[in-house]
Structure formats: C-alpha cells, structure tokens
C-alpha cells in the first residue's frame, strides 16, 4: 500500500507560480502512471497532467504550456510546477498514482488547496 502525501499549495496572485509535491511512502517505480488532478466547487474532479513510468507526459489542454510534472522514482516524489497561474486554476489539487500490472491499484492523496485571486 503506497500512501501519497501532497504539499505546496496556497495563496497565489494572478500569473504568478506555485510548484506542488507529492511524496510516496514506498516505492513509486511500479506505480505505472503518477499524475495530478484538480477539482474545483461544484466541478468534476479532471486529470491535470499525467506522467508514466518511462517519463512520457501529458497534459489537460487548459495548462499545456503552463504546468510542467515531473517525476522522481528514486526519491519517490511526484512535483507539479504551475505558471502562469489564472483564478480559473483554483481547486483542489490531488496527487493520483495507478497501477496497471497486477496487483492493479488507485492511490489518492488528501489534496492541497491552490487559490489564485487578487
């Protein structure tokens, strides 16, 4: 059982940054895909950026080119750098793992809330 921890969240103006980390209590190398979520009020929960074992990458179309993931299996950690930030980015944001080899499993961090207001 891997439990995944978020950090990094906060407070931000208007186009400015924030990066967010998520570390992993064990071993994320077999974890097949590491990602990012984010749900806003009265929104569904939507993948923001995703990242598979082998470091290909992919991105919800509303952050392409403003959010970049990056994945470290040797420290176990999952980071998320956001800029460029717009209000429409506030939400709560969620550290996601799935593996997709036996034994298959979901791991959902508690999430960290990101505000961008003025």
């Known amino acids: 059982q891997v439990q995944l921890v978020e950090s990094g969240g906060g407070l931000v103006r208007p186009g400015g940054s924030l990066r967010l980390s998520c570390a992993a209590s064990?071993?994320?190398?077999?974890?097949?895909?590491m990602g990012w979520y984010r749900q806003a009020p009265g929104k569904q929960r939507e993948m923001v950026a995703q990242v598979t074992n082998g470091g290909r990458a992919n991105y919800a179309v509303s952050v392409r080119d403003r959010f970049t993931i990056f994945r470290d299996n040797a420290k176990n950690t999952v980071d998320l750098q956001m800029n460029s930030l717009k209000p429409e980015d506030t939400a709560v944001y969620y550290c996601?793992?799935?593996?997709?080899?036996?034994?298959?499993?979901?791991?959902w961090g508690q999430g960290t809330q990101v505000t961008v207001s003025s």
């Open positions: 996601n793992g799935v593996r997709a080899t036996p034994p298959f499993a979901a791991y």
């Open positions: 064990g071993s994320i190398f077999s974890i097949s895909v």
